[in-house]
């Protein structure tokens, strides 16, 4: 490595090089700091995020039960609705 790259301080405060260890008698870096991973797992780990699923999956189900009862008591409705048109155009007065 090239001095400029062992040099970090332009980095910032704390900045460190990334750990390399011994795999297969090769060096590797590491690809995320640990803190990550342990923030990665942290999230992976985390359940607060169920609940708004199944709050999206009842909502999912209510609208096509909805579209169901709104299909079937459409027709009818309508055709009601035809039935007593009908007759109101074909009434006579007194």
């Not at 332009?10 to 460190?16: D, F």
């Not at 999206?56 to 909805?66: D, E, N, P, R």
């Amino acid at each position: 490595m090239t001095p400029a790259l062992q040099d970090l301080s332009c980095l910032g405060v704390g900045a460190k090089r990334t750990k390399k260890f011994r795999v297969n008698k090769t060096y590797k870096t590491q690809i995320l700091p640990r803190r990550m991973t342990d923030m990665l797992k942290a999230f992976l780990r985390d359940e607060t995020g169920a609940e708004l699923a199944e709050y999206a999956v009842a909502v999912a189900l209510l609208v096509a039960i909805g579209l169901v009862v709104y299909k079937t008591l459409g027709t009818s409705v309508n055709t009601a609705n035809s039935t007593t048109g009908s007759k109101i155009n074909t009434a006579t007065f007194p």
